[in-house]
């Protein structure tokens, strides 16, 4: 009787425990098996440059609350704001001091807490910008670590003894110039940092370093944050023997001999911290987007881990590898990350890479062509990024003086790295004096552009490269070939137009774009394949369809629907 009563209590258990699995996994994915992140378009603020609110002429949080209407509007899911915590700004907050608080320059907690809940209030997700590697040298663990050899936290940076003396432990260079290296004379021992001096990196391989950086993460979850952009995912952990790296010939800008970071970059350690990163998420059904810089998809794969245990969105920056208009090249690049183990992520730029208006664009039909890449990566399969800005054809304007210059790189390797500045000047809201950013002197000045690609006439002007993205997000929104469709190449030799189909059950939408300065006429033979035509459902210039034909402009583009 016993034994009866207690199967029927495992049995009952068992029963309700799937019935809790199946509602958590209701929650976490839709009817068609997707998860948020996946339907969702992301956007890139870079909150010093966003929207001044205080007149200081630096962005902050109350500066970006204020254009949330706009952004909803515009189309977007979730902003990933790039780090706004305590930081000296030496690397304009991509040096943290204090993971768990506001800088004081963009505002308050209660002002981060007040543009969550009117994020939410809009259905936008908020993600955050988490650096795992490395911390500012001001931070109080790196405070009390350099304190002293015995010091609580002396271990949870990376200190050596110099090689010899007066020499740094091995030859490893830091990405931004010179020895990876510091001395520091009163422990009379060298601390590594992979970025600047000001950012030492922590020490993964010290379990209360990890267990504090899976909490900080769950510190801002349950401040409603959805999830983080990883900085920098594959130098967390370096070779414990701190073997020299091979030296591979030539020097790069700051005059250092150019070496294979085989011992400080991508060690497999990396993996087992994003599982772990990945299993804090998971408990907040959030996402985690990853900075990761691969030279191939097999590369990229591991960063979605086995089964898929790591990150749900590792950036595919080979994407922007593809820096002119080739189909061919764009064409092996999409085959490429179609074929990944998870679901792509696309970037045309971003804080580091110059805006794409400029790297395509011909100096003629550079707002065309802006319409021509928009229509490219907001209808891949897969989730789009976009950059501030790219939206409106904002320009990369790099400093022409050395003295103007704010990126430390762009000092340090003048003049042939004239660093970052160039694609994070300030967001061009009018034609108002400092394009309506701030009533200050903005921290980088405002492109001369700024008279002509901003948001208030744009929003005037339906040809506009806003409107352009506007109607794109729409239809990212309500398509369900484009939101969840097979990618399927078309005509593959084509060296002038890039065309596609996103086929969802028996529908498909068709995407044409003409890569080239000519116009083109391109047979899609959709008679012969049961369609009787190509009804637009976005198009620029006199770009249309008609029968089997589609008629492109020169960087002319076509969208349709296909109809039998
Ligand atoms: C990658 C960030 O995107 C970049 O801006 C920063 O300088 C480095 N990581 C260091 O954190």
Redesign the pocket.
Known sequence: MLSKFRRIVVVVLLLSCAVLNAQNRAKTVDAGGHAWWQHAVFYEVYPRSFADSNNDGVGDMNGIASKLDYLKDLGVDAIWITPCFPSPQV?FG?DVSNYEDIDPMYGTLADFENLAREAKKRGIHIILDF?P??TSDQHPWFVDSKSSRTSAHRDWYIWRDGKVPGQPPNNWTSTFGGSAWKFDPATNQYYYHY?YAQ?PDLNWRNPAVEKTMFDITRWWYKRGVSGFRL??VDILFEDPNLKDNPVTGGRNAYGDAYQEHKYNTKLPEVHQALRGLRKVADEYNAVLIG?TWTKDIAELNLYYGKGNNELQLPMDFLFTTVNKLSPTEFRKQIAAINSASGWPTFVISN??IARSYDRYGDGQHNDDIAKLMASLYLTLRGTPILYYGEELGMKTTVPTRREDVKDPIGRSGWPKEKG?DGERTPMQWDESVNAGFSKATPWLSVPPTAKTHNVADESKDPDSILSFYKKLLRLRHTNKELLDGNYLPLNQNDQKVLSYLRVYQDQAVLVALNMSGTPQRVNFELKRNGFASARALAATGKSSSQGDFVTLDPYGVFIGQLER
Request: charged share 40%; aromatic share 16%.
């Open positions: 690397d991509y650096v590697n490395h970025f950012q900085d920098a900075e804080h580091d970052r």
